[in-house]
């Protein structure tokens, strides 16, 4: 475990809303009870998972505060999610889909592997 120390506020922050993008996009169950059981219409749906990790991910993916290997699981996670094909697919279909599950296992590993983040004031 690589502890990351983020001296901005403002990137602490954006570090925070990546890690909820990565629990949301590794809850299967969930993913699930709202795509599959459509019970849980609070949750949001797979375009809204992959536009909610894509977009914080291209930007942390360019800070130099991540260690090599996070950045690079960081970098592997982006490529699968955005290799994954959705065409033509339901969110139930994504949902069932095996490549997909392996997206969210590595979701939960990364996740897991960057959770570990402080926000320490620059006092210079």
Not at 9 to 34: C, H, I, P, T, W
Not at 91 to 105: A, K, L, T, V
Not at 114 to 123: A, C, G, M, Q
Request: hydrophobic residues 35%; aromatic residues 12%; proline residues 2%.
């Amino acid at each position: 475990m690589n502890e990351i120390i983020l001296t901005e506020e403002g990137k602490y922050n954006f570090f925070q809303s990546l890690l909820r993008s990565l629990v949301l996009l590794s809850d299967k169950e969930k993913q699930r009870r709202a795509w599959v059981e459509e019970s849980d219409m609070n949750y949001i749906d797979f375009d809204e998972v992959y536009m909610l990790f894509m977009s914080p991910c291209e930007c942390v993916l360019t800070w130099h505060d991540l260690s090599k290997a996070q950045h690079d699981m960081l970098e592997k996670l982006y490529k699968m999610v955005e290799d994954y094909d959705s065409r033509y697919k339901t969110d139930e279909e994504i949902c069932n889909d095996p490549d997909w599950d392996r997206i969210r296992e590595f979701a939960r590993r990364v996740y897991e592997e960057l959770k570990h983040v402080r926000y320490v004031p620059d006092t210079l």
